[in-house]
C-alpha cells in the first residue's frame, strides 16, 4: 500500500516568509508524528497527533511553529516569519496508534531559508 | 530522560567484512529501541526494533541487534557488508508509555569499499 508522503518535497523561501509543509500518513493510522533533520541538532520530535486528542507540542521550538490535523488524516505544519537556522529537513512519520511502536517515515520536506 | 549514544559518526568497512555500528541507551524504564536506516535524499527506513521479546532481533537486509541490558546496548550487526549497505544508520528509544516519541541518536555513517 501507500507510505506516509510529503509535499513540497523540497522548499527555498526568504527569511521572514511563512511555509506550509504537508504530510499525508498511511490510510487507517492515527498517529502522526513530525520530526526535524538538521546538521546541527540531529533528529528532533517537533509535535505529534493521536486520533481527536490534542496534540503534544512539546517539541515545537518557538511560536513561530505550529501544525493543524484535519479530519484525522492530512497534516500541515506552518512555519511563519521564517528564519535561516528553521533550514531543515523535517520528517513526518504515522502509526497505527497509540501502544503502537513502529513509525513509518516519509521522504520528508527539505527547507532552505534565504 | 531517555537519550541514545552513538559511537562513530562514521564507519568505514570493506565489502565482505562484518559491520559493527554501536549504539548504547540511557533510560529509567524498559524501552523500546530501533535501527533506522537513511539512504541519501530519503526518508528514514525501520531496519529492526526490539519490543520485549527475544533479545536477538533480525531485521532485513540481513542485519541483527542484540539487547544487552547490562550494558544498556543495542549494538547493530551483519556478517558481511554489501556495497548497497552504504548509508546513514540511526538508533532510537521510545518509551512504552505515553505516545511513544522517538528519541535519535547522532547517527553512523556507514561506507563501504571494494
Known amino acids: 500500500g501507500a507510505g506516509v508522503s510529503q509535499s513540497p518535497s523540497n522548499k527555498v523561501t526568504e527569511k521572514g516568509k511563512d511555509v506550509e509543509l504537508r504530510c499525508d500518513p498511511i490510510s487507517g493510522h492515527t498517529a502522526l508524528y513530525w520530526y526535524r533533520q538538521s546538521l546541527g541538532q540531529g533528529l528532533e520530535f517537533l509535535i505529534y497527533?493521536?486520533?481527536?486528542?490534542?496534540?503534544?507540542k512539546s517539541g515545537l521550538p518557538s511560536d513561530r511553529f505550529s501544525a493543524e490535523r484535519t479530519g484525522g488524516s492530512v497534516s500541515t505544519l506552518t512555519i511563519q516569519r521564517t528564519q535561516q537556522e528553521d533550514s531543515a529537513v523535517y520528517l513526518c512519520?504515522?502509526?497505527?496508534?497509540?501502544?503502537?511502536?513502529?513509525?513509518?517515515f516519509g521522504p520528508g520536506t527539505r527547507l532552505l531559508v534565504l | 530522560a531517555q537519550s541514545v549514544t552513538q559511537l562513530g559518526s562514521h564507519v568505514s568497512v570493506s565489502e565482505g567484512a562484518l559491520v559493527l555500528l554501536r549504539c548504547n541507551y540511557s533510560s529509567s524504564v524498559p524501552p523500546y529501541l530501533f535501527w533506522y536506516v537513511q539512504y541519501p535524499n530519503q526518508g528514514l527506513q525501520l531496519l529492526l526494533k526490539?519490543?520485549?521479546?527475544?533479545?536477538l532481533v533480525k531485521g532485513i537486509n540481513g542485519f541483527e541487534a542484540e539487547f544487552k541490558k547490562s550494558e544498556t546496548s543495542f549494538h547493530l550487526t551483519k556478517p558481511s557488508a554489501h556495497m548497497s549497505d552504504a548509508a546513514e544508520y540511526f538508533c532510537a528509544v521510545s518509551d512504552r508509555e505515553g505516545f511513544q516519541k522517538l528519541v535519535f541518536g547522532t547517527g553512523t555513517r556507514l561506507l563501504v569499499s571494494p
Open positions: 512519520a504515522s502509526s497505527l496508534g497509540q501502544g503502537s511502536e513502529t513509525q513509518y
Open positions: 497527533f493521536q486520533g481527536n486528542s490534542a496534540p503534544d
Open positions: 526490539y519490543t520485549s521479546a527475544a533479545t
